[in-house]
Nanobody
Framework: VQLQASGGGLVQAGGSLRLSCAAPIRAFSTYTMAWFCQAPGKEREFVAAISGSGAYTHHANSVKGRFAISRDNAKNTVYLQMNSLKPEDTAVYYC????????????????????WGQGTLVTVSS
C-alpha cells in the first residue's frame, strides 16, 4: 500500500501550508494516521498523529499551537495544517498508517507504522 502525500512547496516564514495524504486502505477509519518529517542530515521525527475516529490527536511539542492534524474518513485522507511556519520546519514530510489502534504512549514511534507515503518537501524561507 502506497500512501500519497501532497501539498508541499516553498513558503516564506510565517506562512501556511496544508498537506494532504490519500490512503488507499480498506477500513481506513480503524488506522491511526501520523505525519513525520525528516530534515537533511537528520533522523525522521514525529510531528503529529490522529486516532482512527479522529477523536484523539497528539502533536510534537515543537509544533503545538502551529500545526493541526485532521482526517476525513469518507475521503480516506489525512491532513496537516501548518501555520506560522519557521525555517526550521523545512523538511520532507511523510504520512504513515498504523493498523494497531491508538496508544498515545507509542504513536511517535516510527517502527509502529505499517505503511508510508513517498514524502512531500516543505521549504520555509527566512
Amino acid at each position: 500500500v502506497q500512501l500519497q502525500a501532497s501539498g508541499g512547496g516553498l513558503v516564506q516564514a510565517g506562512g501556511s501550508l496544508r498537506l494532504s495524504c490519500a490512503a488507499p486502505i480498506r477500513a481506513f477509519s480503524t488506522y491511526t494516521m501520523a505525519w513525520f518529517c525528516q530534515a537533511p542530515g537528520k533522523e525522521r521525527e514525529f510531528v503529529a498523529a490522529i486516532s482512527g475516529s479522529g477523536a484523539y490527536t497528539h502533536h510534537a511539542n515543537s509544533v503545538k499551537g502551529r500545526f493541526a492534524i485532521s482526517r476525513d474518513n469518507a475521503k480516506n485522507t489525512v491532513y496537516l495544517q501548518m501555520n506560522s511556519l519557521k525555517p526550521e520546519d523545512t523538511a520532507v514530510y511523510y504520512c504513515a498508517a498504523d493498523r494497531s489502534g491508538w496508544s498515545i504512549a507509542v504513536v511517535a514511534r516510527k517502527l509502529r507504522y505499517n505503511y508510508w507515503g513517498q514524502g512531500t518537501l516543505v521549504t520555509v524561507s527566512s
